[in-house]
């Protein structure tokens, strides 16, 4: 089955429900029915990869997030504290 710990393969992820990431980047707050938006990153800590697709500002596609890096998506807690800070203050200075 699927192992449901702190950090989830979105390559396995895509795998085993293929419909599940596409719900999960939906950006909830700024989506309308008619215009559906993703999330976006929110920092620049993967633009060096290719700031068109990585970029603070960039929606969050199915695409982007399994393009093989593994492990690219990790929740809050798990990430370094240096991270979560660049991510706040991103949030707060937008």
């Known amino acids: ?3 449901l710990g702190a950090d989830v393969s979105e390559s396995k992820l895509k795998e085993t429900f293929p419909q599940l990431l596409e ?6 707050t700024t989506s309308q029915p008619s215009r559906m938006k993703n999330i976006i990153w929110a920092n620049d800590n993967y633009a060096y990869m290719d700031p068109k697709k990585y970029g603070a500002e960039v929606q969050m596609t ?4 399994t393009n093989g890096v593994g492990n690219l998506i990790q ?10 800070d ?3 203050l991103h949030n707060i200075l937008s």
């Open 75 to 84: 929740p809050r807690a798990l990430k370094s504290n240096e991270l979560q």
């Open 62 to 65: 199915v695409s982007a997030v």
């Open 1 to 3: 089955m699927f192992d």
């Open 86 to 88: 660049c991510v706040s």
């Open 23 to 28: 719900i999960l980047l939906i950006d909830r």
